[in-house]
């Protein structure tokens, strides 16, 4: 069992920053690829970045040059720097492990999301 714990949302004004952090905890071979996920009100849920547990990263042509992802695989936690916010940015941001569970499974797990704002 993985849990994924989210924190770093709030309401942030136009042009503005936020650091989104998502650690993952539990029982598990390994983490790997770990990615961060967006849905808006009335929206289907979006990729926003991915990222291999090498540090190889894919990022949703809407985000490249603004956001930045990363990660620490001795904490298992990944990051979403968040720089020259616009108000369209503004939906529940998720994060998701795919993992090997302890009897060499593959698994996905998703956290709770957390909400991120963009308002003047």
């Known amino acids: 069992q993985v849990q994924l714990a989210e924190s770093g949302g709030g309401l942030v004004q136009p042009g503005g920053s936020l650091r989104l952090s998502c650690a993952a905890s539990?029982?598990?071979?390994?983490?790997?690829?770990m990615g961060w996920y967006r849905q808006a009100p009335g929206k289907e849920r979006e990729l926003v970045a991915t990222?291999?547990?090498?540090?190889?990263?894919t990022y949703a042509d809407s985000v490249k040059g603004r956001f930045t992802i990363s990660r620490d695989n001795a904490k298992n936690t990944v990051y979403l720097q968040m720089n020259s916010l616009k108000p369209e940015d503004t939906a529940v941001y998720y994060c998701?492990?795919?993992?090997?569970?302890?009897?060499?499974?593959?698994?996905?797990?998703w956290g709770q999301g957390t909400q991120v704002t963009v308002s003047s």
């Open positions: 990222i291999t547990r090498g540090g190889t990263t």
């Open positions: 998701n492990a795919e993992h090997t569970t302890l009897i060499r499974r593959p698994a996905l797990t």
């Open positions: 539990g029982r598990f071979f390994i983490i790997n690829t």
